[in-house]
Structure formats: structure tokens, C-alpha cells
């Protein structure tokens, strides 16, 4: 059997990993277990150790004793002994990230641990004083949006960062970085997310702001780009004269729940969703073929492509997009405990937040002009679903409509890639095929490629190999402030868009959304991809 290729990655810097909001969700979940993981395969760099920074007062043992938790029921093969090897690595400063004080606290305590953990800290001892003599460092900010910018302006002030800004000033050499991790919401519109570009801005330079998205550590989202430049048969396909549209759902089964009130109403489908991760798959699926595989040249490419989306009018956007709530199950054992949208703690209902979204988008280059761009993201659905459909156009002739009249009225069996991103991660290919036999029978079959059975892997959870990339200062797998800038430009006239807030249709819960987007997509005689029960794609 062939080898897999692989680009041999850079090694990951050993660092310290600074995460603020650190006795939040996000880390306990999420981060730490995948670091967890990481170190159970030999994949985290020796040395790396974390400090945790969070109002709550806790003590080391405190805080590895509170993500031991959250380990143990979101890592991957967690085991106690193990969870004791690594969690010597963690460690907890309390006190308020927004106040200066805080930062002669962090700083000492870095340098500390530093030494410690065997961390090189070049510089120390030296009697420069422009440097601040502390190792390569990773801060990662988990907290709410309006805390980036006190945060980030702190960790300025307090001279934390001299790679940034100053880089020209001091001479070549082996200088540790200092880099930043920025979660979602990157702002909540367009004024917002540009404040957070320039606070960073004036902090870090572009090159060490890693703005995540979860979605781009997905394997099959990264697959999207290998399956299209290292293959040459679907490239000369991908256009206007071959694709009909193109279809890119994210639906959830769960509901809000307890979200509602704190986050989720101020927010709704559309920025929590639609602007953040899928606009990303978009412009993966469409962009051009970047001149290399360099993060350089695949960012100008997916700028290129978020630039080329047509902007709309809010007086226009209703017209190309649906919004939904869902209503209640009545299922008092399901997340929501039965109740819909509407009546969940701490919603205003009169505000119509839509937990559905479906815009109907177009891009105006060569390769796409007359293709429309269904994207679409739902809570309450009745399945999780991640994909991206690529619905070809029917033959020029259709020479076998004889063999099922149906296909002469609008049922079409046309081909389709569909792409699943989660779960059952794969792709198939739908083609028609002659059913075996004296007589010309024609049935749509698929080609079916099921990624964890080809290659007997599990995808990984993504916060791992992305926290990873960043310690090696890659950043194809994070955004630049102009794909964020371009998200919000294309999101904005929906959001602001009265007609549209005012449609929000109230859908069943557990159904694939609200009539309007049925008919959003069906206008042309276009139907939405939505599987059976049992279909994995
Ligand atoms: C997050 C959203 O970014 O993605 C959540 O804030 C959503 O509302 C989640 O549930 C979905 O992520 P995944 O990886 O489970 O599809």
C-alpha cells in the first residue's frame, strides 16, 4: 500500500501557554483535554506549561483538580496516572485580567515556571531593558468579546510583547515570540470587529494574531482543499458551466438551552454560525487554486473569494434569506426541557433572535458568476449535520429521458459530491448507473468514501492540532482580519435588515427549518439536501 504524504511539519515551539478566562467552559471542555491528548501522543512539546488566569480564586491543585474533571469526560483515553504526569504542567494565577495590577504577578510567574519547566527564557539576566526576558509565550484569550481589548492593551502595557510592534527595533537573533490565540465572536458586526482588529493592532503584529475557528481544524474542512489541488479531474468541474449551486448546512440537533440568556440571544444563527464558520467552508470550496500550499498564498485566495460575495442591500436582504426559532418539542427530557425558543430564561422574545439561518449568496468572478451559494445553520434539527453539496448541472442532452419520464418533470438525478464534514466524516459521489439486466434501467448509485474506515482514524478534536499550529506560527488554519472584515460585510445587511427580523417563522423543532427557506432554495426548482434518518450522506 502507498505511504500517505505528509508535509513534514515544524516542530512546535515549547512555550508558555497563557490562557485567560482560563476557569471558563472553553478550557475545561475543550482546550485542556485536547492538550491532554496531545501529550498522550507524544505530540505537545516538552516544556510547554500553562497558566491559567481567571478572577476565581484557586489554587494549583484547585484548578488541575477542576479540568481533571472536565478530562475525564472529554479527553480521549483518560487515565488517571497519565492525567497526573501532565497536569504537573498546569498552573493557575488569580486575579482580574482587565487591571494593570495583575501583570507584574504574570510576568514573575512566567519567568518562574519558566525555569521550572526547563523553558529557555533568553534574555534573562541581561540588562537590556527592552526585553522582558520572558520565553516564547502563547496567550490565548477565552473570554467575552469586550475583554479583548482591555486584555490585549494590558498585556502592551506591561511590555509582554516585544516581537509585535517593535520587532524592527531590536536586532535578529534567537528571540522567543510572543503570539495571541483570539476565540470567537471576533466583535459582534463590522464597527465592532474592527475596534478588536486595531486594539490588537496596536498590540501584536498580523503575523502572531491567531483569530480561531474550530470549523478550519475539522480534517474534512482541511480535506476540502487537498481533494480539489491534489486531484486533477474535479477542478475543470468546478465552475459556472458544470455546478448548478452549491449547498453548505451546519445543523445541530441540540437547542440553546442555557445559553440563551447569557450569549445566544444577542447573538442568533447567523453571527454564531454562518458569519464565523461557514463563510470559512465557502470560501475554501470556491476560492482559486492558491499559488502554493504557504499560508500567505491560501489566505490572499480565500480574501479574494470573501471580497468577490455580493453585497446586498438591507432594503434587498429579505429577499435572499430566511430566518426561523424553533418552537418547543414538548419533550421536557430534551435540552430545552420541551420549551421553545421563544420561552427560554433570559430570551426577549420581542428581539426575534433566529437560532435558524439560510442566506442565499452569489459571487461575482469568472469562475462563478450564476451560481448561487446556499448556506444555511439551524439549532433544533432533526439530526447533526455538517456538509457541503456540489449539485452539478443536468447533461446537456438528456438522451435517456425516455427511460423514466419522471426526469422530464423536475425530478433530477443530476450529480452531486456531497462532502460530510461531521459526523460520518466523508464524501460521495452520486452518479446514475444501468441496472443490471435485458432492459435499459438507469438508478442514481453513490460512490461512497467513509473517511474513518479508509484510513482506521478517528478525526481528532480540532482545538489540539489548531493550538498546535500556532506554536509552530502557522497560520493557514486561522483567519485574517480581512476574511473576519469581509464576514461581517457580507452578514451585516441581513442583520440589520427589519423586513427580515420581522419574517423570523417559528419552525417544529426538530425539523429541517422554516418554509421560507424551502422556498429560497426551491424557487429554481432546487431542493435542499436534507438526508433521511439513516443516510450518512
Ligand atoms: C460554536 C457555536 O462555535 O460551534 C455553537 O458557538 C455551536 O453554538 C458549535 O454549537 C458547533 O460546533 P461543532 O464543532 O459541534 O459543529
Known amino acids: 500500500m502507498a505511504m500517505p504524504i505528509s508535509i513534514p511539519a515544524n516542530r512546535p515551539d515549547p512555550c508558555a501557554l497563557i490562557i485567560f478566562g482560563a476557569s471558563g467552559d472553553l478550557t475545561q471542555r475543550k482546550l485542556v483535554p ?12 516538552e516544556n510547554l506549561f500553562v497558566i491559567g488566569v481567571s478572577r476565581t480564586e484557586m489554587s494549583d491543585d484547585d484548578f488541575r483538580w477542576h479540568l481533571g474533571e472536565g478530562a475525564s469526560r472529554h479527553a480521549i483515553g483518560y487515565e488517571e496516572g497519565k492525567w497526573r504526569e501532565f497536569a504537573r504542567r498546569l498552573h493557575y494565577l488569580a486575579g482580574s485580567a482587565t487591571k494593570a495590577e495583575l501583570y507584574p504577578k504574570l510576568k514573575a510567574r512566567t519567568r518562574e515556571l519558566a525555569e521550572v519547566h526547563g523553558l529557555p527564557t533568553p534574555g534573562l539576566g541581561s540588562t537590556d531593558q527592552t526585553w522582558a526576558c520572558l520565553p516564547n509565550t502563547l496567550f490565548y484569550l477565552s473570554v467575552a468579546p469586550h475583554l479583548v481589548e482591555p486584555i490585549v492593551s494590558r498585556i502592551g502595557e506591561a511590555g509582554m510583547v516585544y516581537e ?25 458586526n463590522l464597527e465592532s470587529a474592527r475596534e478588536q482588529v486595531r ?17 478550519l481544524g475539522k480534517e474534512l474542512v482541511q480535506n476540502i482543499l487537498v481533494m480539489r489541488f491534489a486531484n486533477t479531474f474535479f477542478e475543470p468541474l468546478w465552475n459556472n458551466k458544470y455546478v448548478d449551486h452549491v449547498q453548505v448546512t ?52 480565500k480574501i479574494k473569494l470573501i471580497d468577490a460575495v455580493r453585497e446586498v442591500s438591507p432594503e434587498d436582504a429579505a429577499q435572499f434569506a430566511a430566518f426561523g426559532r424553533y418552537a418547543g418539542s414538548g419533550n421536557s427530557a430534551d435540552d430545552d426541557g420541551g420549551l421553545g425558543y421563544a420561552e427560554l430564561e433570559g430570551v426577549e422574545a420581542e428581539q426575534r433572535t433566529e437560532t435558524y439561518a439560510a442566506l442565499k449568496l452569489h459571487i461575482d468572478n469568472w469562475r462563478w458568476s450564476g451560481v448561487p451559494f446556499f448556506v444555511r445553520s439551524g439549532k433544533k434539527m432533526p439530526r447533526k449535520l455538517t456538509e457541503v453539496v456540489i449539485q452539478f448541472r443536468e447533461p446537456p442532452v438528456r438522451l435517456f429521458n425516455h427511460v423514466d419520464p419522471r426526469r422530464g418533470e423536475g425530478v433530477s438525478h443530476a450529480n452531486r459530491i456531497v462532502i460530510n464534514i461531521a459526523p460520518d466524516e466523508g464524501m460521495s459521489l452520486r452518479l446514475e448507473a444501468k441496472v443490471p439486466g435485458p432492459s435499459l434501467r438507469i438508478k442514481p448509485v453513490k460512490m461512497d468514501l467513509d473517511y474513518a474506515y479508509v484510513f482506521n482514524a478517528q478525526p481528532l478534536e480540532s482545538y489540539g492540532p489548531l493550538m498546535l ?38 419552525y417544529g423543532a426538530y425539523s429541517w427549518g422554516p418554509s421560507a427557506a424551502d422556498a429560497l432554495i426551491g424557487g429554481d426548482g432546487r431542493a435542499w439536501h436534507n438526508p433521511d434518518a439513516g443516510e450518512r450522506r
Open 469 to 506: 499550529e500556532a506554536m509552530r506560527g502557522d497560520q493557514t488554519l486561522f483567519k485574517h482580519r480581512d476574511e473576519v472584515d469581509g464576514a461581517w460585510r457580507i452578514c451585516e445587511p441581513f442583520l440589520t435588515s427589519e423586513q427580515l427580523r420581522a419574517s423570523v417563522e417559528t
Open 250 to 301: 451546519a445543523a445541530e440537533q441540540v437547542g440553546v438551552g442555557r445559553r440563551a440568556g447569557g450569549f445566544y440571544d444577542r447573538a442568533g444563527a447567523l453571527r454564531d454560525m454562518i458569519q464565523s464558520h461557514l463563510l470559512q467552508i465557502m470560501a475554501l470550496v470556491a476560492m482559486e487554486p492558491p499559488a502554493s500550499f504557504d499560508p500567505t498564498a491560501i489566505r490572499r485566495e
Open 199 to 215: 486594539a490588537l493592532g496596536r498590540v501584536f503584529e498580523e503575523e502572531s494574531i491567531y483569530r480561531i475557528d474550530h470549523y
Open 164 to 188: 509585535g510592534k517593535r520587532w524592527c527595533s531590536i536586532g535578529e537573533g534567537p528571540m522567543p515570540w510572543q503570539r495571541i490565540i483570539v476565540e470567537k465572536p471576533i466583535g459582534t
Open 34 to 45: 485536547a492538550l491532554y491528548e496531545l501529550y498522550c501522543q507524544g505530540n505537545l512539546p
